[in-house]
């Protein structure tokens, strides 16, 4: 029968309008087809045009309509159709999403009956209801028809989204454990004699035993037999053996109805090469001392499901110990997420960009991450043992193990890409797991998930979406630095059982356990999110403070500082998530003293150590800080708020500085302890003075705006002088400084004066407002005539004040002088004005030369401090600091004028210069850099332990552990330390001795 044109172009344009790609072809069926309500029936179209593919679905149903037994039965499916919604949208979603079902309608026209039913109660079947839909199978072909029948029910109420993708996979292992009970009935009743001898149980493992079967995948299993009834043990294996053989051939073999699924029992012990049925025995004898580590996290979701129920559960049982005990076996961790790259590198390059479930940012990620943190933190939370995926992921977001954000966006990328795949299997029932090519596939693929708009290219775009956060969360999650640690743990640590907690406080060196005990239980005791994630870290952080020297303050400041921010979701979720944070962590607060007292002043500052690179520790630049500085000023009211603004970054950076010290000395278990300790130094040292610069330069801002507004009457400059014109500051060293000014044109003298004179007293008054930072102090002694001359001087006055009566030791000091605050243009004048005092173009004369050695040797006689041992003091003992220094400022005042490298404030510097022009022989010079490194580093090891400046080891031995810990030293080797000092120490005398003493 023809359409006439008319009727045919509004045909044409509905089946264009409803979806259908070929409304040539679609008529044509529509025609054929015969009755008139499928073609014109508007019902029909639009059920028609709401499948995922209208063009398969009405193919579909014109074959069904054609498979019925005559006219009447044909128009009995068509008014049902018409009359049911339910049944219209079940039949017609499957035949537009499934060619595979469509053909077993085709070949069973009465199968469609089974979609009528629809009560809430048949919504969700289990597996009892299953095996009354496959208990009429007397044999291989009917059992395929039956199950095929079961599966049309389950993807009619996938595809129309009465159950939701973990549903889904649920009843399909549901549906496949009913139908390997139905095979093994069969084979017991071909072969009764061996179901006599034998009890036989079928243990589900991979994604049956996990309740997340695909639509087509292997059944993975394995067989456990025993004797029955006192039979022989081997004549029963054997028994069970050709029982377990029969039923994976009645499921995995092709008849004329196709196969049902292969049934895969090669996770088996020994794989392909061991017996296919063992005892249970044989099993545990295998798993105890041959099985690798893979194999227990194969068993993770090993599940009985079919044969002897009480053998299946007896299994069970007797593996779980051994599963949940696997994470404490030897590069546990390791072996883990080695298995997970070779599985990624075995992906062949054509399909590693279309791989749905092993690919990077695909479901294995989802499902490797997962198993891994269960079978870590699982040893001692009963809650995470569960073999479904997402309800182990729900699990661990419950425990604190998972961030609540993270496990929300894995728990959704995983139901969608899961849902791909059941839907490009679901097509042809075919086992694959590759994203289709073809614009068709795609289409249909993406209708099938109701992506409606634009289809393609919002499948696209949310299948990258989705695979690209799996890809981050599983690096996130799945490469965390805290799994090691944690499963180095044994379990009863894991969960900080009260039985002998005070012994095992004792040996890991906590002096007082009874308080110590008592820090643990107000962070890990009840049942919050916080208690559980702190549960997690404890263990492990309680190591880390092991490894200070002071285990105690360790632990009572990891708690003051929870306590702080015990409110604060972010801080126990950087712990537990971001790289080394928590290592990081525990390395400071048992450091000593400086670094938990900043970080008690300002708790926020933990971020910092959040990044895995480090990026999160690196010192800021001076401009950087000046920056952040100066608006923190403008932001404030008056002077004081916006010095104490200036003191608020300082405190930070200050920590951030500190952290970045002890992390870089103490090192971690991925990134030791640097080898090159210079580089510390000059990281400590150009840190605190680009801070201590940026705070000056945000002090004299506040003290003009207040006094002045923008506009102070005389330009003003700070010269940096000492260790903070040479960047060397540390972290307990006073600010030298010389103050310049300069009036502005048509300004009084006097008024600038007067105006300068009160800059520097307001600094000074401002910075040293009693506070609860670290204090900043400025010392300007070593300005013209010292103590006794006027703070601030014009440059005129300094020029006229060294052209004639600078002294030798002005001169030496000028070494160091280095604009760090204030006007630039001034600060440079003034540098142009010292430079021929400190590089004078004849040199030294040997007079200046004696004098100097004179002012040392007074120096150190009377600096010395009473009773101090001078071979162990860093800076005035024989070795130290002076003796380095001053031997290169004698080098850079004779030749500076001639040698462009000496021309620096910096130590290190300049000693290199000399080495370079021949000045010092390389052997000396790294015996003088070695030895001003050691000192540097000891005296900022004093103020990290203490909390306070010194130049000589502490006396208390604990605090001299930490100092020996900072350095390198392990527990019991101070005396070591000492030693080494003391010979660095003397070799470099010995190079001063000749090169400073003996007329350089």
Request: glycine letters at 8%; a neutral charge; proline letters at 5%.
């Amino acid at each position: 029968m023809t359409s006439a044109p008319g009727r045919r172009s509004s045909i044409f344009t509905r089946l264009l309008r409803h979806g259908f790609t070929d409304p040539s072809a679609a008529e044509r069926l529509l025609d054929s087809a015969g009755p008139a309500p499928l073609r014109d029936d508007p019902v029909l179209l639009d059920a028609l045009g709401a499948t995922a593919d209208p063009d398969l679905a009405l193919l579909g149903l014109v074959r069904l309509l054609e498979a019925q037994d005559g006219a009447t039965a044909r128009q009995e499916l068509l008014d049902t159709l018409i009359a049911a919604k339910p049944l219209r949208d079940r039949l017609l979603g499957v035949l537009g999403a499934s060619e595979a079902l469509a053909d077993h309608l085709a070949r069973h026209p009465s199968d469609w009956q089974a979609l009528v039913t629809y009560e809430p109660r048949d919504l969700h079947p289990g597996v009892q209801e299953f095996e009354r839909g496959l208990a009429d199978a007397g044999d291989p072909v009917t059992l395929r028809v039956a199950y095929r029948r079961c599966l049309l029910s389950i993807a009619a109420r996938d595809v129309c989204g009465t159950i939701e993708v973990a549903q889904t996979a649920a009843e399909l292992a549901d549906l496949a454990t009913a139908t390997l009970r139905a095979a093994l009935a069969l084979a017991r009743a071909d072969a009764p004699e061996d179901a006599a001898l034998c009890r036989l149980a079928v243990i589900a493992m991979g994604k049956c035993g996990g309740h997340e079967l695909n639509y087509v995948s292997d059944v993975d299993v394995i067989f456990v037999g025993e004797a029955a009834g006192g039979a022989d043990e081997a004549k029963a294996l054997r028994a069970a053996t050709r029982l377990a053989s029969h039923m994976m051939r009645i499921c995995s073999e092709t008849t004329v109805e196709g196969s049902i699924w292969p049934v895969d029992a090669n996770l088996r012990p020994e794989g392909r090469n061991g017996p296919l049925v063992r005892t249970l025995a044989s099993h545990l004898a295998y798993y105890q001392r041959w099985a690798k580590t893979w194999e227990f996290q194969a068993l993770l979701k090993a599940r009985p499901v079919a044969g002897d129920p009480e053998l299946g559960e007896e299994y069970v049982a007797a593996l779980q110990p051994l599963v949940w005990g696997a994470a404490e076996r030897e590069n546990f961790v390791a072996d883990v997420q080695k298995m997970r790259r070779r599985v990624v590198e075995n992906i062949p390059a054509t399909e590693i960009d279309r791989q749905l479930k092993l690919g990077p940012g695909g479901l294995r990620d989802v499902e490797f991450a997962v198993q891994l943190l269960q079978l870590v933190h699982g040893r001692a939370d009963a809650s995470l043992r569960s073999g479904t995926t997402l309800d182990a992921l729900k699990a661990l977001a419950a425990g604190g193990y998972v961030g609540r954000t993270d496990a929300a966006q894995l728990d959704d990328a995983y139901r969608f890409l899961r849902s791909m795949e059941h839907r490009i299997q679901l097509h042809r029932l075919r086992r694959t797991h590759l994203v289709p090519e073809d614009e068709a596939d795609l289409r249909r693929l993406a209708r099938s998930l109701d992506l409606r708009t634009d289809p393609v290219v919002t499948l696209t775009r949310e299948w990258r979406r989705h695979a690209s956060v799996v890809r981050r969360l599983h690096e996130k999650l799945f490469y965390r630095p805290l799994l090691d640690a944690v499963a180095a743990l044994a379990t009863g640590e894991a969960r900080l059982s009260a039985e002998a907690a005070r012994e095992r406080m004792v040996a890991l060196g906590y002096a007082d356990p009874a308080a110590a005990l008592r820090h643990l239980e107000a962070l890990a005791s009840g049942v919050t999110r916080k208690a559980a994630i702190q549960r997690t870290l404890l263990p492990v952080l309680l190591g880390w403070f092991a490894d200070s020297a002071d285990p105690d303050a360790g632990l009572l400041n990891f708690r003051k500082v929870s306590d702080a921010l015990g409110k604060t979701p972010w801080y126990l979720r950087l712990l537990r998530d971001e790289g080394a944070a928590a290592e990081n962590l525990a390395r400071v607060l048992s450091a000593g003293r400086l670094a938990p007292d900043l970080l008690m002043r300002a708790p926020e500052a933990v971020a910092l150590l959040g990044d895995g690179d480090g990026g999160g520790l690196a010192p800021r630049s001076r401009a950087s800080l000046e920056q952040e500085v100066l608006a923190a000023v403008r932001r404030a009211d008056n002077a004081v708020q916006g010095v104490t603004a200036a003191r608020g970054v300082r405190r930070r950076e200050l920590f951030r500085t500190s952290a970045a010290d002890i992390v870089g000395s103490y090192g971690t278990e991925s990134h030791p302890a640097e080898a090159d300790q210079g580089a510390l130094v000059d990281l400590v040292g150009g840190a605190v003075s680009d801070l201590t610069a940026a705070t000056l330069a945000g002090t004299l801002r506040a003290v003009v705006r207040e006094g002045w507004g923008d506009s102070l009457p005389t330009r003003f400059a700070i010269i940096g002088m000492g260790r903070f014109g040479g960047h060397e500051l540390g972290y307990g060293s006073d600010a030298d400084v010389l103050f310049v000014h300069e009036p502005r044109d048509g300004v009084d003298e006097r008024e600038a004066a007067e105006a300068a004179n009160k800059v520097v007293s307001e600094m000074r008054r401002l910075l040293q407002v009693p506070s609860a930072d670290p204090p900043l102090l400025i010392d300007a002694d070593l300005r013209p005539e010292g103590k006794s001359g006027p703070p601030v001087r014009t440059l005129k006055s300094y020029e006229a004040y060294y052209r004639r009566w600078s002294l030798v030791w002005e001169r030496h000091a000028l070494l160091r002088a280095e604009p760090v605050a204030g006007d630039e243009e001034l600060g440079r004048r003034f540098t142009e004005l010292i430079d021929p005092l400190r590089y004078p173009a004849a040199g030294l004369e040997e007079e200046a030369a004696r004098e100097i050695r004179r002012l040392k040797a007074r120096m150190e006689s009377e600096r010395m401090p009473r009773g101090a041992d001078p071979k162990l003091h860093a800076k005035l003992g024989p070795g130290g600091l002076s003796d380095v220094e001053w031997t290169v400022q004698l080098l850079q005042l004779r030749h500076g004028a001639q040698e462009a490298g000496l021309r620096t404030t910096r130590t290190r510097e300049a000693l290199a210069a000399a080495r370079t022009a021949g000045m010092i022989s390389e052997e000396d010079a790294s015996i003088l850099d070695e030895a001003w490194v050691l000192a540097t580093r000891v005296r900022n090891a004093v103020m990290l332990v203490r909390g306070r400046a010194g130049d000589t080891f502490p006396t208390v031995p604990r605090e001299l552990g930490a100092v020996g810990r900072y350095l390198g030293y392990g527990p019991g080797h101070a005396g070591d330390m000492l030693d080494a000092y003391r010979r660095t120490a003397r070799r470099a005398r010995g190079v001063v001795e000749e090169l400073f003493y003996g007329g350089l």
